[in-house]
Nanobody, 131 residues
Framework: EVQLEESGGGLVQAGGSLRLSCKAS????????VGWFRQAPGKEREPVSC????????VYADSAKGRFIISSDNVKNTVYLQMNSLKSEDTAVYYC????????????????????????WGQGTQVTVSS
């Protein structure tokens, strides 16, 4: 059974940093790509970043470029999202999700990789940035 568990959220002041973790079980990273998404109160869910360990792809949404860094640890089967220079508008529930490699390899652009519907989702972790 594929499971994803996020951790690392919390309350941080504007300008601060947090590192989110997404622990995967039931699959290995060569089988799936993993993405981070967020949903703020009253807003639609939006992509933040995604990574595929098997082809070395890393994609960032414009909101994350230059501030967030996505990485993976194959030994720990964990994907990280290092978030720096946090702003109040980063406040949201952050989710990680996984997509089958076979579906990922059909995607032709970074926009598709960010916005495709992923196959499995975690429960989310709250990030609150105070101004």
């Amino acid at each position: 059974e594929v499971q994803l568990e996020e951790s690392g959220g919390g309350l941080v002041q504007a300008g601060g940093s947090l590192r989110l973790s997404c622990k995967a079980s039931g699959f290995r990273f060569h089988e799936y790509a993993v993405g981070w998404f967020r949903q703020a109160p009253g807003k639609e869910r939006e992509p933040v970043s995604c990574i595929s360990d098997f082809d070395g792809t890393k994609v960032y949404a414009d909101s994350a470029k230059g501030r967030f860094i996505i990485s993976s640890d194959n030994v720990k089967n964990t994907v990280y999202l290092q978030m720096n220079s946090l702003k109040s508008e980063d406040t949201a529930v952050y989710y990680c999700a996984a997509i089958l490699r076979a579906r990922w390899e059909l995607l032709e652009s970074d926009v598709e990789r960010l916005w495709v519907e992923y196959d499995y989702w975690g429960q989310g972790t709250q990030v609150t940035v105070s101004s």
